[in-house]
T-cell receptor, first 116, second 109 residues
Framework: EAGVAQSPRYKIIEKRQSVAFWCNPI?????LYWYQQILGQGPKLLIQ????????DSQLPKDRFSAERLKGVDSTLKIQPAKLEDSAVYLC??????????????FGPGTRLTVT | GIQVEQSPPDLILQEGANSTLRCNFS?????LQWFHQNPWGQLINLFY???GTKQNGRLSATTVATERYSLLYISSSQTTDSGVYFC???????????FGKGTSLLVTP
C-alpha cells in the first residue's frame, strides 16, 4: 500500500512570499493532520481534518496559514506571507477509519521549508 | 493537554550495546506511538503501543498504562539506529499526537 505522499520535498522562499504544500494521505484514510516541526523540537499539530471538515485548528496561525481538504482526500497547506520563523519541516499524517489500530498515525516524508 | 516527557535527551552508544528509552505521560491515552526520525527527517513508525508489550526484531516496547510510562528497548545497537526517537500520545480532543522532545541517539562504530 502506498504511503502518505507530500510535495514538494524542499522549498526555499524569501520572507513575505507565499508557499503551498500538498499532501495525499493513504487511500481510505479519513483523518488527515498537518504538523510543523521546528529544528530540534518534536512535531506540533497545526490542523486536523476529518474527511473535508476541520476537527481542530486551534494551533494554526490563521493570520498567515490556511489549509483545505475540499474533496476529503488530498489537502493543501498555504503560508502567506511567510516569516523567518516559519522555517521548519511540514509533516502530513493520516490514520485509518476504523479497526483495532484506528488511532495509529502514518507520516509522510515532509516538506522542508527555508525562509530567507 | 497531556504532557510527554522523554529521557534521556541524548545518548551515545557503541555498536552492539543495549539501551532503554523512557516516555512518561501525564494522563490516560488512547494512542501511544514510538517513532524513529532518520537523518533525512522521515518519521518511521516503530510501535503503536497504548498498552502491553510488542517486539520487532532488535526493538521492543512496553507500555504500563496504569503507571503512565512506556519504554523502548534497543538491543545490539547498530550505527543505522542513530537518529531521534520520539514518543507521542494523543494529546488533543481529536486524537492528534502530542510529541515529546525526543531522545537523540548516536551509535558509534
Amino acid at each position: 500500500e502506498a504511503g502518505v505522499a507530500q510535495s514538494p520535498r524542499y522549498k526555499i522562499i524569501e520572507k513575505r512570499q507565499s508557499v503551498a504544500f500538498w499532501c495525499n494521505p493513504i487511500s481510505g484514510h479519513a483523518t488527515l493532520y498537518w504538523y510543523q516541526q521546528i529544528l530540534g523540537q518534536g512535531p506540533k499539530l497545526l490542523i486536523q481534518f476529518q474527511n473535508n471538515g476541520v476537527v481542530d485548528d486551534s494551533q494554526l496561525p490563521k493570520d498567515r496559514f490556511s489549509a483545505e481538504r475540499l474533496k476529503g482526500v488530498d489537502s493543501t497547506l498555504k503560508i502567506q506571507p511567510a516569516k523567518l520563523e516559519d522555517s521548519a519541516v511540514y509533516l502530513c499524517a493520516s490514520n485509518p477509519p476504523g479497526g483495532f489500530t484506528f488511532y495509529e498515525q502514518y507520516f509522510g516524508p515532509g516538506t522542508r521549508l527555508t525562509v530567507t | 493537554g497531556i504532557q510527554v516527557e522523554q529521557s534521556p535527551p541524548d545518548l551515545i552508544l557503541q555498536e552492539g550495546a543495549n539501551s532503554t528509552l523512557r516516555c512518561n505521560f501525564s494522563d490516560s491515552v488512547n494512542n501511544l506511538q514510538w517513532f524513529h526520525q532518520n537523518p533525512w527527517g522521515q518519521l518511521i513508525n516503530l510501535f503503536y503501543i497504548p498498552s502491553g508489550t510488542k517486539q520487532n526484531g532488535r526493538l521492543s516496547a512496553t507500555t504500563v498504562a496504569t503507571e503512565r510510562y512506556s519504554l523502548l528497548y534497543i538491543s545490539s545497537s547498530q550505527t543505522t539506529d542513530s537518529g531521534v526517537y520520539f514518543c507521542a500520545v494523543d494529546g488533543y480532543s481529536g486524537y492528534a499526537l502530542n510529541f515529546g522532545k525526543g531522545t537523540s541517539l548516536l551509535v558509534t562504530p
